[in-house]
């Protein structure tokens, strides 16, 4: 391949990995063109984009980037998978390919910087709550103490409430109260 080819691969990944800070690297070597192609659509559905890279290329292209931390896991053919929300719904999705594709290999992914490697490190990631889920929890983390303080001032005014129901009801009724001890 000219340097000229190699130049103009180096400036087609910078323009669509660009703004890709997180993604995943697998390998479809050993699966048919079929299962590749319904892969493909299937992850498109769900906005997750999947390219083929070469791998001293996409070195050059990322040497100093974020996505760096992937150098070490390009070996062979590989094929970088990006988009979604975030490299967590990609692992998800990923994961759960690999068990109608056990050719699919996982290599590894980045996310903030962080390299997990292997089908272990994906695997691992894909358990990883997203960005919403997250969010859920620290809601409720935050919000878990005011309820608990609410119920403790509302407890005691309830209980008054129905204290002072009864007398109400045992007056209307034309009954004595009677002090207690």
Known sequence: MSKA????LVEDYRERFGD???????SLRGIDANANNAIRSGLR?????????RNKLFTKAFGESKLSGL?????????????????????RAIVDLVKDHPDLELKGAILDGEVYA???GVTRLSKFPTRD??????????????RKL??????????????????ETKLED???ISKVG
């Open 150 to 167: 609410l119920g403790a001032v509302k407890g005691p005014g309830s209980n008054l409430v129905g204290i002072i129901k009864a007398i």
């Open 133 to 146: 889920e997250a969010i859920a929890q620290d809601v409720t983390l935050i919000l878990g103490p005011g």
């Open 71 to 91: 150098s070490p896991l390009l070996t062979g053919a590989n094929a970088l998978a990006y988009g979604a929300e975030s490299v967590v719904d990609v692992a």
């Open 174 to 176: 034309g009954e004595t």
């Open 20 to 26: 890709v800070d997180d993604a995943l690297v697998i």
């Open 45 to 53: 559905k769900k906005d997750i984009h999947v390219s083929v890279v």
């Open 118 to 120: 292997g089908e272990d």
């Open 5 to 8: 080819v190699k130049d103009m």
